[in-house]
Each structure stands twice: as C-alpha cells, then as structure tokens.
C-alpha cells in the first residue's frame, strides 16, 4: 500500500480510528473508518503529529458535535450511500504515517483509491467548515483527544 511522505491534509484516509468511547477500553480502533486530516505539525526530532477525525455512519447524539457528510460529497469520495457524520468533538493524535492507516479500496469504489491508503480530497470550502465546527468544539472545551502513536 501506498502511503504518502507527508500527510495529505485536506484528505480523507482509511484510518483505524479509536473513538473516545472505546479509548478506555483499548488502544487500538475496532475497525477501519474514513478519517479526514485536518492538520499536522513537524517536532523537534522531526516527528509530524497528524490530527484526524472520524467519519461514522452512526448520527451523533445530544451531546456529541458532528457534521452530516453531504451525500454528493460522499458519493465523489466513492464511499457507500448510508448518511454519515465527521465528528469534531473528538481526534486521533498519531504519528505520520503510524500503524494504523490501512487500504483506501476497502472502504471506497473510486479507482484511485487503489493501492493507497488516501480516498479523496475533500472539497476546500467544506473543508474550513469542519475546521470552524472543529474550533468551536475546542472553544467550548468538549474536544477529547486520543493520542495514538508518537
């Protein structure tokens, strides 16, 4: 599988996310999720901490912050027709490009997804939009980090 040098930020990757949820129960993720990159940052020993958030099918409750996938969005990314959520009320913090990436083909039909572990560039405009939604959950301090691989 094809794994690029840096993190392609802005992109959605299959991802064995670890939701908060299940943090205290293990340390690894139960399956493979589509999980959008929304930043990274290089160390001082030139480790790049990247920062991504999970996509599930599973409609956020009351107390949880997530933005629905627009359909058209997710058929683009060739990712099945169920409705689904990018939460931004909680991460996963691992180091590039870490044990837990898996392959992009496993989760979306779109032929460039083979061989590689990026489905899909998500659309810049809806991009920022989760950014915002994903600031504003740190700014009402509901936003749970779970540090993965460093």
């Given at each position: 599988m094809?794994i690029?040098?840096?993190p392609?930020?802005?992109?959605?990757?299959?991802?064995?996310?670890l939701?908060?949820?299940?943090?205290g129960?293990?340390?690894?993720?139960?399956k493979t999720?589509?999980?959008?990159?929304?930043?990274?940052?290089?160390?001082e020993?030139?480790t790049?901490?990247?920062?991504a958030l999970?996509i599930s099918?599973?409609a956020?409750?009351?107390?949880?912050?997530a933005?629905?996938?627009?359909?058209?969005?997710?058929?683009?990314?060739?990712?099945?027709g169920?409705?689904?959520w990018?939460?931004?009320d909680?991460?996963?913090?691992?180091a590039?490009?870490?044990?837990?990436?898996?392959?992009?083909d496993?989760?979306?039909?779109?032929p460039?997804?083979?061989?590689?572990c990026?489905?899909?560039e998500l659309?810049f405009d809806?991009?920022?939009?989760?950014?915002?939604?994903l600031?504003e959950?740190?700014?009402?301090?509901i936003?749970?980090?779970?540090?993965?691989?460093?």
């Amino acid at each position: 599988m094809k794994i690029p040098a840096v993190p392609p930020i802005g992109h959605v990757v299959a991802y064995e996310y670890l939701w908060a949820s299940q943090a205290g129960e293990r340390q690894d993720g139960a399956k493979t999720y589509p999980a959008a990159l929304v930043m990274a940052s290089q160390i001082e020993d030139g480790t790049v901490i990247t920062y991504a958030l999970g996509i599930s099918h599973k409609a956020p409750t009351e107390d949880e912050r997530a933005l629905e996938v627009p359909p058209k969005l997710a058929r683009w990314l060739g990712l099945d027709g169920k409705p689904m959520w990018i939460y931004t009320d909680q991460l996963n913090v691992f180091a590039w490009p870490g044990p837990d990436l898996r392959p992009a083909d496993h989760l979306s039909d779109r032929p460039s997804a083979k061989g590689t572990c990026v489905i899909g560039e998500l659309p810049f405009d809806w991009y920022e939009a989760v950014k915002e939604h994903l600031v504003e959950s740190r700014k009402l301090g509901i936003l749970k980090a779970q540090k993965r691989t460093a």
